[in-house]
């Protein structure tokens, strides 16, 4: 690949063109978060990006590109803000408190991104572009339900079904983002409890208590 240009299908964009499509998706988010997925249409984007609604066609081959690419582009960012943090933790304890608290800690700094999200998928976005929400659901469980495998294998949490487990995370998690634009939701505050929350839940009472993870919140002095 040259320096200066993306390749997409096949279709080669220049740095130009690349910013364009990016200034196209900040502009479809904010629409779809202030109005909602349903009207949320391409001349309505236009509209707010300041752009004829033939740039956004030159760009996108439709709305619904469109729309995957602002999915493409969130869930891309959740991910690259998540798994350093949870990454940097060495046990499952630490990934698990590290998981909720970015997650959480993504969605308080950026509340309109999530605002479009649950629009789109609440609007019925997924299966427009072909996305069985069941399966995707149960997809995104996975490494979560994982961390808890590896959990118990070290010892550190107790017996429970690592499935069952990381959907009740993931549910409570994401009964918050229809909530986002309540500016008197306290996020940080939710994912203080939450974390204190799954730690009790998940923790082994086998374990001696200088092995037990700290789930006051507490330093060590």
């Known amino acids: 690949m040259r320096p200066g240009t993306e390749t997409g299908g096949q279709k080669t964009r220049t ?18 978060a202030k109005e909602g997925y349903a009207n ?25 590109e469109l729309i995957s690419r602002v999915l ?6 959740v991910a ?13 304890v630490g990934q698990l408190r590290a998981y ?19 629009e789109i998928i609440s609007g019925g976005g997924l299966a427009t572009l072909g996305v069985d929400p069941i399966q995707a659901e149960e997809e995104s469980l996975m490494p979560l339900a994982e961390l808890f495998r590896r959990g118990q294998v070290d010892g550190e949490f107790r017996a429970f079904d690592p499935l069952i487990m990381a959907r009740s995370v993931r549910g409570v998690i994401d009964s918050m983002a229809p909530r986002v634009t ?5 996020l940080k505050a939710c994912a203080r ?22 789930v006051s919140g507490a330093k060590p002095s």
């Open 15 to 32: 740095f130009v063109e690349q910013a364009r499509r990016a200034q196209v998706v900040e502009s479809a988010i904010e629409v779809i």
């Open 193 to 214: 409890e939450l974390t204190t929350l799954f730690e009790l839940a998940t923790r082994n009472p086998s374990r001696r208590d200088n092995e037990s993870p700290d």
């Open 40 to 64: 949320a249409s391409l001349a309505r984007i236009a509209r707010h990006t300041g752009i004829s609604r033939g740039l956004i066609s030159y760009h996108f081959a439709g709305k619904d």
């Open 72 to 77: 493409v582009t969130v869930f891309g960012e």
């Open 100 to 118: 909720i608290e970015s997650n959480l800690a993504y969605m308080d700094a950026h509340r309109s991104r999530i605002a479009a999200v649950v």
């Open 182 to 186: 309540d500016v008197d939701l306290d």
């Open 80 to 92: 690259a803000y998540m798994g350093p943090r949870v990454e940097a933790e060495r046990t499952a």
